[in-house]
């Protein structure tokens, strides 16, 4: 996978598990929207690594038929365990060699961001504060 990335659009995409239940991908839809209103110059998909569609090859074939020459692929994981560390880096560079020239690059886990632990900490230390999300959002 290559470290520098080349000029020209960057698609990014936000890599998460998948499971059975439909419901279960709502907040996920809702970082996707948040992230296409803080990067209107990148292109963003959401991808699962099972159980929900489009997977990560699907994801990264549709960017680079967009016109994307860097591929960053966000695991929108809690923290680094065996997906994040062993099938994830396999599957970027898989998705690399589809794509000679399109520049792959993995991030950490969204999870082990100072962020995104500062806001979980905030959302445990007042839970009822919480905002449910829409109830009637599914995947498209």
């Known amino acids: 996978m290559n470290e520098t990335l080349p000029a020209g659009r960057t698609g990014i995409v936000l890599f998460a598990h998948g499971a059975r239940d439909p419901n279960w991908a709502r907040p996920f ?16 998909r959401l991808a699962f690594l099972e159980l929900m569609a489009p997977d990560l090859t699907a994801a990264g074939d549709e960017l680079a038929q967009a016109g994307c020459t860097a591929l960053i692929i966000v695991p929108l994981f809690l923290g680094a365990g065996g997906h994040v560390r062993r099938d994830l880096p396999a599957l970027a560079s898989a998705l690399a060699e589809r794509h000679p020239g399109v520049a792959v690059e993995v991030t ?4 082990e961001h100072p962020i995104v632990i500062a806001a979980l900490a905030e959302a445990a230390a007042n839970p009822r504060r919480a905002t449910p999300i829409n109830p009637e959002r599914t995947l498209p």
């Open 29 to 44: 839809l809702e970082i996707a929207e948040r992230t296409r209103a803080l990067r209107p110059d990148a292109e963003v």
């Open 108 to 111: 950490s886990a969204v999870g």
